[in-house]
T-cell receptor, first 117, second 112 residues
């Protein structure tokens, strides 16, 4: 079946603009994660959604970052008033579930490369 | 504080040699571990996931072990091939939420 898809694959924006990044998880996966990969910080967790539970936003670097997941499927990561330090690859992942004693494999999308000029 | 560490950061071996990639973690809350491969400009491909109840996982030429008491995981790749050249990342999973905490990765080059 189809894997995790993300759009756009590349986004170039000017400092101060808002951007929206989209993630389509694997069908049937209840857990969805956003990560960021940058040269200076490596791969870091941003936010995750599990079913109808309140999202874990503990990794969001500032209040300029927000995310939502509509209908338990597609998710949008929004960055307001972008800064140059926001330049990174934003990766989305999904898994069957995110609770319980067993961990389910997280499957990653190809990422969105964001460049803030 | 780096919770998950991978040493070395880069590794170059001749084709056919076995690869040993190390991952260590300091947070005792990490109880599962997942290994990924990342090719340049691409996303992450899951290789092996070791649950807390397991000590190792095997898939083809890949074998990963997990020792929670010492905070270490090792990924073995037997008989390396040029196609194994990539960056290998380990990620620890804590009890809460299953979010991944990544190491810095080991960039592997297998020379033909």
């Amino acid at each position: 079946g189809a894997g995790v898809s993300q759009s756009p694959s590349n986004k170039v924006t000017e400092k101060g603009k808002d951007v929206e990044l989209r993630c389509d998880p694997i069908s049937g996966h209840t857990a969805l994660y956003w990560y960021r990969q940058s040269l200076g910080q490596g791969l870091e967790f941003l936010i995750y959604f599990q079913g109808n539970s309140a999202p874990d936003k503990s990794g969001l670097p500032s209040d300029r970052f927000s995310a939502e997941r509509t209908g338990g499927s597609v998710s949008t990561l929004t960055i307001q008033r972008t800064q140059q330090e926001d330049s990174a690859v934003y990766l989305c992942a999904s898994s069957l579930r995110a609770s319980g004693a067993l961990t389910d494999t997280q499957y990653f999308g190809p990422g969105t490369r964001l460049t803030v000029l | 504080k780096q919770e998950v560490t991978q040493i070395p950061a880069a590794l170059s071996v001749p084709e056919g040699e076995n690869l040993v990639l190390n991952c260590s973690f300091t947070d005792s809350a990490i109880y599962n571990l997942q290994w990924f491969r990342q090719d340049p400009g691409k996303g992450l491909t899951s290789l092996l996931l070791i649950q807390s109840s397991q000590r190792e996982q095997t898939s083809g030429r890949l074998n990963a072990s997990l020792d929670k008491s010492s905070g270490r995981s090792t990924l073995y790749i037997a008989a390396s091939q040029p196609g194994d050249s990539a960056t290998y990342l380990c990620a620890g999973i804590k009890a809460a939420g299953n979010k991944l905490t990544f190491g810095g990765g080991t960039r592997v080059l297998v020379k033909p």
